[in-house]
T-cell receptor, first 108, second 112 residues
Framework: RKEVEQDPGPFNVPEGATVAFNCTYS??????FFWYRQDCRKEPKLLMS???SGNEDGRFTAQLNRASQYISLLIRDSKLSDSATYLC?????????FGKGTRLHILP | IAGITQAPTSQILAAGRRMTLRCTQD?????MYWYRQDLGLGLRLIHY???????GKGEVPDGYSVSRANTDDFPLTLASAVPSQTSVYFC???????????FGQGTRLTVV
């Protein structure tokens, strides 16, 4: 089992809709969590960190459920520019582990 | 230099040749990483370093070597390139091994 797993998608979502992704992690020692965004043929860029209490940044909300070992990302009022691959990341003492990513296509 | 820089941005390499991919950061980050990204396989960690002078193996280290002589530089060497090493290579750095990572723009390597 991969240490960090995501649904690869693609998620095809109409503009303006709300979309949510989950990501599960298997190593309970993971201590830090992030969501990254990667556009086609570009490097991954940090979207947001994920805190135990949950956190929000504009249209984006991230949550962590330690009991069930998953993190989630919610995008409200989706825009065409949100089309990308979203990578979830779990970090522990010796390294950070990336999921394979979830592809999101926002449809006009 | 601002952030993290990789060179070259792309390269076509004959099989059997030696190649070093360069990575430099000016953020004084302790941790640095090399990933390869292939379609359907996501980012796979090749090697990492948590501080100057130390390195560690990641998920796919075979055929690659790294060094960390100082804080800023983390070169990746392919001693004898093979076609299966055709990939996009990303270097990244973070303050600590658990922290937010910043990526270089990537190196597209084709081994023929």
């Amino acid at each position: 089992r991969k240490e960090v797993e995501q649904d690869p998608g693609p998620f095809n979502v109409p503009e303006g809709a709300t979309v949510a992704f989950n990501c599960t992690y298997s190593n309970s020692a993971s201590q830090s969590f992030f969501w990254y965004r990667q556009d086609c043929r570009k490097e991954p860029k940090l979207l947001m960190s994920v805190y135990s209490s949950g956190n929000e940044d504009g249209r984006f909300t991230a949550q962590l459920n330690r009991a069930s070992q998953y993190i989630s990302l919610l995008i409200r009022d989706s825009k065409l520019s949100d089309s990308a691959t979203y990578l979830c990341v779990g970090g522990r003492d010796d390294k950070i582990i990336f999921g394979k990513g979830t592809r999101l296509h926002i449809l006009p | 230099i601002a952030g993290i820089t990789q060179a070259p941005t792309s390269q076509i390499l004959a099989a059997g040749r030696r190649m070093t991919l360069r990575c430099t950061q000016d953020m004084r980050h302790n941790a640095m990483y090399w990933y390869r990204q292939d379609l359907g396989l996501g980012l796979r960690l090749i090697h990492y370093s948590n501080t100057a002078g130390t390195t560690g193996k990641g998920e796919v280290p075979d055929g690659y070597s790294v060094s960390r002589a100082n804080t800023d530089d983390f070169p990746l060497t392919l001693a004898s390139a093979v076609p299966s090493q055709t990939s996009v290579y990303f270097c990244a750095s973070s303050v600590t091994l658990q922290g937010e990572a910043f990526f270089g723009q990537g190196t597209r390597l084709t081994v023929v």
